[in-house]
């Protein structure tokens, strides 16, 4: 059976729109690509075959943007998990915070948002999946993901201790644990499911306030 003119044209046409995407379309639609292959197939079950087919492009369309399939893992966890600013969570300047209980809502509130994110918790059931089968791998980015955390916590309460609501002798290993009761809620939902877990999420985040509350607070 022959195409029809009009099926051709809309062919070509489809044809034209793929040929033309910038570099950093396509890059995207390789990583969409890549996120379901990894999601579903893990690391080594993915092929660049695979993510080729299911971005519809050839094999050395990903060789223009892509050395290995190491890096298209790489690319795509990093815009996952990794804030394009460096910075995962902000206290804008026009954020109108006057106690030190508004400056921790805030911080709540961005946290659990980036981690409620089916996108984000594929990625870290990927890893945690991934830290037996490609270790060295898993490892970078477990390393890659507590700087970034531990960055991003430094510079939100830096902002906060500027305006006198977080006490000014805040240390590293606040920094640290700072985030540690949503990543271990984190952990227990993605191991157990959320209808399994054993504490409710507003409960979660309720103790993750009071925690912060009592390291946070300024002495008198």
């Known amino acids: ?12 046409e489809s044809t034209n729109k793929r040929r033309y995407l910038s570099s950093a379309e396509r890059k995207r639609e390789i990583l969409s690509a890549a996120f379901e292959e990894f999601s579903h197939r893990g690391f080594l079950g993915t092929s660049l075959e695979r993510i080729a087919a299911r971005a519809g492009i050839s094999k050395s369309g990903i060789y223009a943007h892509y050395s290995s399939k190491d890096e298209v893992f790489e690319d795509m966890l990093r815009h996952t998990l990794l804030p394009a600013q460096g910075h995962a969570f902000e206290l804008s300047d026009s954020y109108q915070a006057d106690t030190l209980s508004c400056i921790v809502d805030e911080y709540l509130k961005q946290l659990y948002e980036r981690l409620s994110s089916p996108d984000v918790q594929a990625m ?26 531990y960055m991003a916590n430094q510079a939100f309460f830096e902002a906060g201790i500027q305006r006198g609501l977080i006490r000014p002798d805040v240390s590293a290993s606040d920094y640290t644990l700072a985030a540690s009761p949503s990543l271990m809620w984190l952990m227990v939902l993605l191991v157990l499911g959320p209808e399994n877990s054993p504490v409710a999420f507003e409960e979660v985040r309720l103790l993750h306030k009071r925690l912060l509350m009592e390291q946070l607070q300024p002495t008198a």
């Open 1 to 12: 059976m022959t195409d029809s003119p009009s099926n051709k044209s809309t062919k070509n």
């Open 124 to 149: 870290f059931r990927l890893l945690m999946t991934e830290s037996g089968r490609v270790p060295d791998l898993a490892h970078y980015w477990g390393k890659q993901l507590l700087s970034q955390n």
